[in-house]
């Protein structure tokens, strides 16, 4: 038996779905196995089974373990410990506290994406108090809690605070709703607590008093995250004391009240540092001053990823130089660098995979970046938002085409973008995970032949075979919905804006991408059918968004009737004079039934 | 789902009405209204300035069901974007945040970056400072200035030097009355108005003047006195001369930039005879 249980580790954990289909752990007869030839047939005990569960970690993995028959669906059920709700909707909070007892980590996801850019109304939902107050009764041994896109409030920080006390990691990600003095309460209250990371949450109040809340006597952190606190007041002293305790901390990312000289002192105490976030790169400092920093970078051997450069004081960017040939990650979204500094900075990057930047760069500056960096894999290009230099352009694209052929992941927003700069990226990075084009104008054709641009993104998805999210933009006709039915089979995330002529396309996407998770459309002439051509694939997928197009209420209606499963919202203005358009209809899979928190503006279907 | 199902538009596994009731779904099968529904166009066509409402109509083309057949589809074809609708009227030099007005959420920045980017602008120390970068510093008189004068410099460019030309960090509080002046372009009937008193330096007009007649885009350049613009080129197709307040018409870069703020009534882009 111990052979055979090292073998099913071993098989488990190199090909387990072929054993599952395998193993039919409750139904050994049937086959003619002579007794004496160790029979994979056998039915597992259930130890046996819970200790070849312990090494499947991955969430699609356990799921499809608890889908192979009821005993296993309990067993993984009670051994799980991480838990992702990509929809808080789609589950009650009650329902995952009784399934999974030990849970230790839990993950939850609100608003829907476009709420990001401000296409959903305030106060639409996605609260995370009614999750607490159950998970504070049944799971008080709760150790990591990570948000995105969701409300909560101070006292619900505090309600956190106190009903988890071995709380290790809280992650609250594009959350809204709470201030600075939530945040006081968890740095005061938990003791164990490791990771603290905010990141774009947008905050009723701040002030830096929250800092000074971390008790004497903390020692455990190992990541603190806190730069998008814009608060201009610190307590320097308290961050100052906080870090030098910490001898664990791997992540620190300041804010912008930290300037370029208290950055020297709080890096002298934590050289060991991995990744950083620089406060405001300034007020700017002489010569003397700047050589001192560099060297104080130099002395942190371990940083791989850098960010922040709130405010780069001109001509500093220069004391990062020795870091750069270890740097992996470098964030400068927020700087609007020219491309002489960025080429002089990328010049010395080899290794650089995840490079963020602002579009003041221009060209030449991309050019510089397909020069030196030919392992990057994930390019982001912002727009400056005053939109005062001319951006970048296809010619930019071009250059990371052909210099970046390891590209997995480009977010590219630019003012004009042609069919054959697409093209030429399609046939080079062929490994795209993610294709996000961001054409400023709404449904600007190819500037140079004013045709659509259907081609580019169909040669994206007809040679990207492992393209998983795609972001469309410019003019594009059905044809371009066609292409992606067609071709992309493994996306999973959609996101269409200004797009499309008829209902056929849409009809093209449903029935094409199988693989299809989340699909958000804006402003395109999709109506009633092309929602209803869907009504077999909202069950598989997480959600649906259309907004703005020429849904009505009776699709909204007939959709809801004969799929029961399905919670169908809708946003509907009231001033619109008879109008039986929709604003904006949400269609997710849930068992919950249609939440109760919906606040006035949101029907029910 | 076969493709034949919707091949005319309607599938044929619509339910009688008696299985829905009549509150919910009174017309049954629905048609979709006649729907005249301009969405695009509104970077393109806004023709009037003053446009802003995210239900405007425009000029793009009507959206209109195709055939009277249709009884279930809402088969909106939709026009290309005619060149005509390219003109359009851009944002003002003042109306920077919201680059397309009347589009909610676009382009897809998320609203944290925007309030940070657009905070983080107003906090810039240095006014001379380029807003594209920093490799070329325009002193406050307006000529290049190099690395050493930089750093000789750096005392100079204190913060209360700076403080008195930067934009009040709150944006809705101007520090000074706007000062609006003319600018008009040959070969353009319609005159644009630019704020001098946001504008820092002849750099700073030169790219202002690029946004605001999209230079970009129709491949032209400008040269802007002694400082060319951004495309550098010797043998610009235009040239920028302004009317002094004694109704003279001068060439621009001559003069400090205090000095042409303060004295320069209207600009004109004349086209330059090679």
Redesign the interface.
Known sequence: MKRKAAEEEQETQVDFKATLVVSKCKCPTGEDESPSKVSPLLPLSDDLMEHVLKFITDHKDRNTVSLVCKAWNALEASGRQRVFVGNCYAVSAQRVAQRFPRLKSLSLKGKPR?A????VPRNWGAFVLPWINVLSESHPFLEELRLKRMTLADDCLELIASAFPQLKALVLT?CDGFSTDGLASIAANCRHLRHLELT???LNHKSGAWLRAFPVSCTSLVSLDFE?L?HDDIDFEALEGLISQCNNLRTLKLN?AVSLLQLQLLLAKCPQLIELGTGSF???V??EEQAKLGDCFGKCSQLRTLSGF??????HLSVIHPLCSNLVSLNL??S??????LSDLVSQCPKIQKLWLMD???DKGLEAVALSCKELRDLRV?????????GVSEEGFIHIAEGCPNLRAILY?C??MTNAAVDVMARNCTDLESFRL?I??????D?TT?A?MDEGFGAIVRHCKALRRL?LSG?LTDKAFEYIGQHAKKLERL?V??A?????GL?HVL?GCLSLKKLEI??S?F???AL??GL?RYESMRSLWMS?C?V?I??C??LA?HKPRLNVEVIQKRDKDN???VDSVYVYRSVAGHRGDRPSFVMAL | MSRSLYARGCPSVFPDPISIPALICPVLPFESPAVERDYMGIGLGVKDEKASSSTASFSAAALMPTSADDLCGSHLKLAPPSSSADDDGGADGADDDEPLSGNIGWPPISSYRKATTRSLSTKEPCPSRDTIGMATLVHPQGHLIDDQEFDASQADLSNDECSSRMINPSPKVPTRKSLHIKVSMDGTPIMRKLDLETIQGYRHLSLELHKLFKFYKRNLSCEVGAHSSFKESGDADFLLTYKDKDGDWMLVGNTPWELFARTARRLRIMKKVK
């Open positions: 476009f990001d850019f401000d296409l594009s774009e949450n947008i998008d814009d912008r300034s007020p700017g002489s010569r709130w405010v780069v004081a001109p001509g979204s927020y609007p660098i020219c491309d002489g500094e003041t760069v221009e912002y727009p400056d938002h005053t939109r005062q230099g001319q927003f003012n004009q961001c400023m104008e709404p449904a600007k054709p500037h004013n659509p972001s003019w996101s804006a200004f499309g002529e008829s209902d056929v009809q029935r804006r402003d002439p109506g009633d059918m209803l051509s077999h703005s020429s009505t009776t699709g209606q007939w009737h109008s039986t358009l």
